[in-house]
């Protein structure tokens, strides 16, 4: 498993900016409809992993 989450980590880091800035608004009560594109790039990122599971990895 940590394998696995050293390969995907800049994948994650990508969405990491997106949760920041989505919480930041958020809290200064911004509607809920900031989340959008933070879910779009989460699913995103996790059909892409998921897609590459097993690609470049050692036995």
């Known amino acids: 498993m940590k394998q696995k989450l ?3 980590a800049p994948h ?3 969405c990491a900016p997106m949760v920041v800035v989505a919480v930041v608004l958020l809290a200064s009560g911004t509607s809920i409809a900031v989340l959008i594109p933070v879910v779009g790039c989460m699913l995103m990122m996790a059909f892409m992993m998921a897609a590459m599971g097993g690609v470049g990895q050692r036995p």
């Open 6 to 8: 050293k390969h995907h």
């Open 12 to 14: 994650l880091a990508l």
